[in-house]
């Protein structure tokens, strides 16, 4: 019997891993830019980097920003993200795949969150079974 395996991961320090078969259905589907890198042989595996970004509206989820630092003018640690929100003004494609301006956890672990259109998410739904979608709340940028 074959050991079914994962097309979607991700590493401990939240960079986002495909298989060679979601990099190709991106680069069939997707209508914004992304470069893959491919970061193992065999299995062939890539890491996804989304070149579109979209804005987070921290404030409408409650999002706490802790640890600043005066050095680099940064915080180490980004929580409460859920649900995500990103502002009405910005152009979101049907069959877009973005990644959030903000970067959430801390330290190592600290990682953007993955939004797609609505039309790629359904496309995405119909071909990989271990994808859990959320929904996004569009907010007012005033």
């Not at 940064?74 to 995500?84: D, H, K, L, Q």
């Not at 910005?90 to 877009?96: L, Q, R, S, V, Y």
């Not at 330290?107 to 079974?129: A, C, N, S, T, Y």
Request: some cysteine.
């Amino acid at each position: 019997m074959r050991k079914e395996r994962a097309d979607w991961g991700a590493t401990y320090d939240g960079q986002m891993i495909i298989t060679e078969r979601v990099a190709t259905f991106l680069h069939a589907h997707a209508s914004t830019p992304f470069t893959t890198i491919k970061v193992n042989r065999r299995p062939a595996m890539y890491a996804l980097k989304l070149s579109e970004v979209l804005r987070f509206d921290a404030k409408t989820v409650g999002t706490r920003f802790e640890d600043f630092c005066t050095r680099c003018g940064e915080y180490a640690t980004i929580v409460g993200a859920s649900p995500p929100a990103v502002f009405t003004d910005e152009k979101i494609d049907p069959m877009g795949i973005y990644r959030s301006d903000l970067i959430f956890a801390c330290g190592r672990e600290m990682h953007p969150i993955i939004l797609v259109g609505e039309g790629l998410q359904k496309i995405l739904m119909g071909h990989f079974r271990e994808l859990d979608f959320r929904v996004v709340r569009m907010s007012d940028p005033d």
